[in-house]
Nanobody
Framework: QVQLVESGGGLVQAGGSLRLSCVVS????????MGWYRQAPGEQRELVAT???????NYADSMKGRFTISRDNAKNAVYLQMNSLKPEDTAVYYC???????????????WGQGTQVTVSS
C-alpha cells in the first residue's frame, strides 16, 4: 500500500552533480525520518543522510559538504543533491522513510527499489 519511487540516478563524470528524488505514495498518515542509503557491489548498505520532519539533518562523514538532503512534506518527498561526485560514490542509492499508516503510534520503515548512480573517472 505504501510505495517509495526513486528517480534521478544515472551516469556522470567525476566532479559532476546529480539530484535524486523519492516520492512516497499510498496510505500514509505521517512520515517521520526520511533518508538515503547506498550500497556498492560487494559492500554493505551504508547511511548517506537522513532528515526529520522538522528538517534536522544528519550526514555520513564522507558526504558532508558535498551532498545535501532536503524534503517537501507537502509532497511527501525527499531529495538528495550530490555535488563533486567521485568514482567511489558509485552505488545503488535507496530511499528510506519511517511511516505511520494508521492511528497507532507504530512506525514502519519502507524502502524504495533503488536507483543506480555511476561516477566515471
Amino acid at each position: 500500500q505504501v510505495q517509495l519511487v526513486e528517480s534521478g540516478g544515472g551516469l556522470v563524470q567525476a566532479g559532476g552533480s546529480l539530484r535524486l528524488s523519492c516520492v512516497v505514495s499510498g496510505r500514509v498518515v505521517y512520515t517521520n525520518v526520511m533518508g538515503w542509503y547506498r550500497q556498492a557491489p560487494g559492500e554493505q548498505r551504508e547511511l548517506v543522510a537522513t532528515i526529520t520532519f522538522g528538517g534536522a539533518t544528519n550526514y555520513a562523514d564522507s558526504m558532508k559538504g558535498r551532498f545535501t538532503i532536503s524534503r517537501d512534506n507537502a509532497k511527501n518527498a525527499v531529495y538528495l543533491q550530490m555535488n563533486s561526485l567521485k568514482p567511489e560514490d558509485t552505488a545503488v542509492y535507496y530511499c528510506n522513510a519511517n511511516i505511520r499508516t494508521d492511528a497507532s503510534m507504530r512506525f514502519t520503515p519502507y524502502w524504495g527499489q533503488g536507483t543506480q548512480v555511476t561516477v566515471s573517472s
